[in-house]
């Protein structure tokens, strides 16, 4: 799956996810499914709230693990997530990478020449 998604265009995240779920239809992990749902979700409002320059989302399946990148324009890095520091319960920002940090079979955030791609990857049995 590969989608390009415009700067604040926020119904683009319900977009990106059913396409995911669609994507995963046959995918044997459904509780895999629904957590990668939650995670791409939660990039990829990252990426349009703190950037506004849009992004690039892929997501592939091979040898039963799912890889998914969203790619955004901008050079700055997130903070990431500290390990054990609660986000208040009335919070309105900060749970997107500390729930990808505590969720995710491995993710990372990568530099590229312009913006970075940050992804996650989770283990599940493919169709």
């Known amino acids: 799956?590969?989608?390009?998604?415009?700067g604040a265009d926020l119904a683009a995240v319900p977009e990106v996810r059913h396409a995911l779920r669609e994507m995963l239809e046959h995918w044997r992990e459904r509780d895999s499914a629904e957590v990668a749902e939650l995670l791409i979700?939660?990039?990829?409002?990252?990426a349009l709230v703190h950037t506004e320059t849009g992004a690039v989302v892929t997501a592939t399946v091979a040898d039963s693990r799912l890889r998914v990148e969203v790619r955004d324009f901008v050079a700055a890095l997130p903070p990431p997530p500290l390990?054990?520091?609660?986000?208040?319960?009335?919070?309105?920002?900060?749970?997107g990478l500390a729930l990808v940090r505590?969720?995710?079979?491995?993710w990372g955030i990568r530099s590229r020449p312009v913006g970075k791609v940050v992804?996650?990857?989770?283990?599940?049995?493919?169709?």
């Open 41 to 46: 979700s939660e990039l990829v409002t990252n």
């Open 102 to 106: 505590s969720l995710a079979d491995d």
């Open 1 to 6: 799956m590969r989608r390009r998604v415009g």
């Open 83 to 95: 390990p054990g520091r609660p986000v208040p319960d009335d919070a309105t920002h900060g749970r």
């Open 119 to 127: 992804w996650f990857e989770l283990n599940g049995a493919a169709a």
